[in-house]
């Protein structure tokens, strides 16, 4: 897989200043900083109407959002070697 790597932008830049951080004619090639982008998971759950009720007044019952009680709730459930 030796594909051409494109340089140019794929929208037009908003002012002066982006205009010439995005010219790769202005890039320090020499000096190449390295990135790492880290995304983390997510997932959507889709729940009846009555189950997420029972969510809602379950979680600040424990003292916990919605979203961390179902997280909490989720891990206490898996097996213990995927936790490895």
């Not at 794929?10 to 202005?26: C, S, T, V, W, Y």
């Not at 390295?34 to 983390?40: R, S, Y």
Request: charged content about 30%.
């Amino acid at each position: 897989m030796n594909e051409k790597i494109r340089y140019e932008s794929i929208q037009e830049p908003r002012d002066d200043e982006e205009r010439e951080l995005m010219n790769p004619g202005n890039w320090d090639w020499e000096h190449p900083i390295e990135g790492v982008t880290v995304h983390e998971p997510s997932v959507t759950i889709r729940f009846t109407r009555q189950e997420y009720m029972a969510l809602w007044r379950s979680a600040p019952a424990q003292g916990l959002s919605t979203m961390e009680f179902t997280k909490q709730a989720a891990l206490a459930l898996r097996p213990q070697e995927a936790s490895r």
